[in-house]
């Protein structure tokens, strides 16, 4: 720490800290254009300048670091004439049309202005004299206006130093200098990702979003602190509510919230305009002679529990099932899984959890004794070492990816890639593991063989803090690079490259996501994973850990929730008769002690009549399921099918009553994010129509089945929450009401857990589990040549309801593909753009084709966002004996021109 004087004010700060930021953390406000916290200093506008005692001449405080005993005065009267001139100078490059500008009342230019009283015709204005097409001319998200760019240079920086991309740059010179994209392409045939950090930094609103033009005025304007509906990272979101237009124009972020930073990915930036879409059910529906018609909510309701109510007599609770859903909030997974377990007298709840990452939760679980990231996004900001595996990190939780990135260019981090595809994170990574789809186990186990063999391994953790470590060594045996190689599909160089830089680590990360767990061997890929951080001792401990990163907003929270077959909240067991005992006498009714069935059990016992009812709540089984030809067969011939979503899905054309729901603006509640942070959600705009919260048409519903549930808002359901599941017990919205609360926390005292197992594994000591490679349960033959492997793209998100109907999105992505190696396109005579038919054994679509190096020859990858040609109408529904999580990332497929 220092300590250092300003403006007679005392104040201490990190070593390190500049005056500016020394001044701005302790409330002291110095003038700046050109700085923001996130980007390197510029010192270009000579707004900050200050007097420091010894110092000769004025000193820009953004570029000067804070020392010990340090003198500063910001305010003296030379200070501000010298400030004054200098807005003066730069008035007069500036179009002074502030009544019409869309920045008025939000325009730090503005407000010094107006603060220093300056004469803005003090100098003749000078006009650009511009004569290149403007780079964002016909953009639908970015607008730029030259006449209003000071060349404070925070879009160009912001572009490099954060997201990493450098697509932003500057042309021509002096006071002629604009902002450009390199040889002034437009922005959609730039490397330009749309996360609009650059409209985020701007002072001054010359770069704007086109969105809110003519509506996004300050004195318009209601902002909402809210968080992210899309990826597990959980950002911090300002939903910006304009009283002109009544609707939601835009969104902001602020620059210090956790865990985002004021950053955002094009989906945070661009993707809310699916809350207004005119798409979104409005009334309840009910299906009559294959034709939906609308109805009340009375009659809708009571239908659906006089049905609910005959199949349970009938047939028993197990007949019926529950799907519930981690886009939708914590208060909601719960009363859902409440209403499943209390109401329907079964353990038949899941949710697409079991499609992501129940792998996940069973593998860590076993060895660590908890199924979540033990570490802390910021953590990954500092790590001497990251390896990243199964994980598109900058595509499927961008601002993660951003921050591997800074790191890494920062010189902090070394990094290991392995993925099947060339990523935007193996352009900087150290190595690129390159690997077969499902030959992760073959991958881990030679990296431990390498760390064993050198003597890395480190002997003080595994003899303090593990057990049954000689098992793990002796399977790893004979697993040698060399040996392994051949199956993996790289040189075995590679192999001992990257497990000697994470042996050798001070700390080293572990990143994973989907591409680890969707396997038939998914919860060994977790085990393998956590055998080797334990194998070094990177676990409890900062900056180290085994870092799972969840796919959707809330699907960690939905876990926590109980939104699972075998587990009430906070991962109790319903087996074990002392738990069940504890929500039988805070539910008042007896519960099942009988595990439930998963998402794919449960479409599975859908096709043979075992169950004959299913309440499904925003999830859309018939795009994300694999194999879906046979979830629809099992979905049409269920008796009695209950869709609860925000649009007619594709699932919900299937239902016998569709229910329509609020989405996460027009609701009140809390998500957990992938680092188990418990942050709220908060109301910015009305629900459309007769549109009513989750948790409270559930409520309605139990209450026609005979059982009371009913809650005086979403506080309540988290007092209850709190009171039964040990991990949230300190959580209370009056604790998380600024920032969001990491778990576990058990009491109203405890600050949260940053990092996971820092004295001892939340199960003991951490175990050990041998693990064989076993090859994906389909491999490429004669008949289908190819290995299929999905995943998601930055663009979009999941089956696409939402992303789909937000217009700068679909815009930038409008079609699905199939990308394909240049190689395979040559023998097959493909060219891109060509329509390719691709076929497995379960069925066959049409995609466009993308040639490209990014897969390996035999290899194809597709999303599964386009119900055009839906992924998943290919993918296996096999699935790990353990985890009940289906293989989508690898299958079998055949790839041929179609006959015209």
Known sequence: MVE?????????????????????????????????????????????????????????????????????????????????????????????????????????????????????????????????????????????????????????????????????????????????????????????????????????????????????????????????????????????????????????????????????????????????????????????????????????????????????????????????????????????????????????????????????????????????????????????????????????????????????????????????????????????????????????????????????????????????????????????????????????????????????????SIVYSMGITQHTTGTDNVLSLANLAMLTGNVGKECSGVNPLRGQNNVQGACDMGALPNVYPGYQKVTDPDLRAKFEKAWGVQLSPDNGLTVVEIMKAAANGQVRGLYIKGENPMLSDPDINFVGKGLKKIDFLVVQDIFMSETAELADVVLPAVCFAEKEGTFTNTERRVQRVRKAVEAPGDARGDWEIICDIARRMAYEMEYADSSAVQEEIASLTPIYGGIHYDRIDKLGLPWPCPDHDHPGTKYLHAQSFSRGLGKFHPVHFLPPKEMPDDDYPFVLTTGRMLQHWHTGTMTRRCEVLDDLVPTGFVEINPLDAEALDVRDGMVLEVASRRGKITVPAKITERVFSGCVFMTFHFKENPANALTIAALDPIAKIPEFKACAVRVTVPEV
């Open 4 to 508: 250092l004087s300003i403006d007679g004010n005392t104040v201490k700060v990190d070593a390190g800290t500049t005056v500016l930021h020394a001044a701005l953390l302790n409330g002291i406000e110095i003038p700046h254009l050109c700085y923001d916290p996130r980007i390197s200093p510029t010192g270009a506008c000579r707004l900050c300048v200050v007097e420091i005692e010894g110092a000769k001449g004025l000193q820009t405080s953004c570029s000067r670091i804070a020392e010990d005993g340090m003198v500063v005065n910001t305010r003296s009267p030379a200070i501000r004439r010298i400030r004054r001139t200098n807005l003066e100078l730069i008035m007069s490059e500036h179009r002074l049309e502030c009544s019409s500008c869309d920045s008025d009342g939000d325009c730090l230019l503005q407000d010094y202005a107006y603060e220093y009283q300056i004469n803005e015709h003090k100098y003749p204005y000078f006009a650009l004299n511009i004569t290149t097409p403007n780079y964002t001319s016909g953009d639908l998200a970015i607008k730029y206006d030259p006449s209003i760019c000071i060349r404070c240079q925070r879009c160009v920086k912001i572009c490099a130093e954060v997201q990493g991309v450098e697509t932003l740059t500057l042309r021509e010179r002096a006071g002629s200098a604009l902002v450009t994209t390199g040889f002034n392409v437009k922005l959609k045939q730039s490397t330009c990702e749309y996360c609009g950090q650059c409209l985020s930094t701007c002072p001054t609103g010359a770069l704007y979003d086109r969105s809110a033009a003519g509506a996004g005025q300050a004195k318009h304007i209601t902002k909402t602190r809210t968080t992210c509906p899309y990826c597990g990272v959980g950002c911090q979101l300002d939903l910006n509510f304009s009283s002109k237009t009544q609707s939601i124009i835009r969104v902001t972020s602020e620059t210090g919230c956790v865990p985002n930073d004021g950053n955002t990915c094009v989906k945070g930036r661009f993707g809310m305009e699916f809350i207004g879409s005119d798409d979104r059910l409005k009334t309840p529906l009910i299906m009559e002679n294959d034709v939906f018609r609308e109805a009340t909510w009375d009659e809708a309701l009571n239908l659906v529990a006089s049905r609910f109510m005959e199949i349970k007599n009938e047939y028993g609770g197990n007949a019926l099932a529950g799907l519930s859903s981690a886009k939708t909030t914590n208060e909601d997974n719960y009363v859902m899984q409440k209403f499943v377990r209390a109401v329907f007298g079964t353990n038949n709840i899941d949710h697409c959890a079991r499609l992501c990452h129940a792998s996940t939760v069973t593998g860590l679980a076993r060895a660590f004794g908890s199924g979540a990231m033990t570490n802390s996004i910021e953590e990954l900001g500092r790590s001497p070492m990251i390896f990243v595996i199964g994980s598109n990190t900058t595509e499927n939780h961008p601002i993660i990816g951003i921050l591997i990135r800074q790191a890494v260019a920062a010189g902090r981090t070394k990094l290991v890639v392995s993925d099947p595809r060339r990523i935007s994170l193996t352009e900087i990574a150290d190595v690129h593991i390159q690997q077969r789809p499902g030959t992760d186990v073959a991958l881990i186990n030679a990296m431990m063989q390498v760390i064993i063999e050198e003597g890395l391994e480190d002997k003080d953790f595994i003899n303090s803090r593990t057990e049954d470590y000689e098992t793990v060594r002796d399977a790893v045996k004979g697993c040698s690079p060399e040996k392994m190689a051949p199956i993996i599909g790289i040189p075995a160089d590679l192999i001992r490259k990257a497990a000697r830089m994470y042996a050798t680590a001070d700390t080293a």
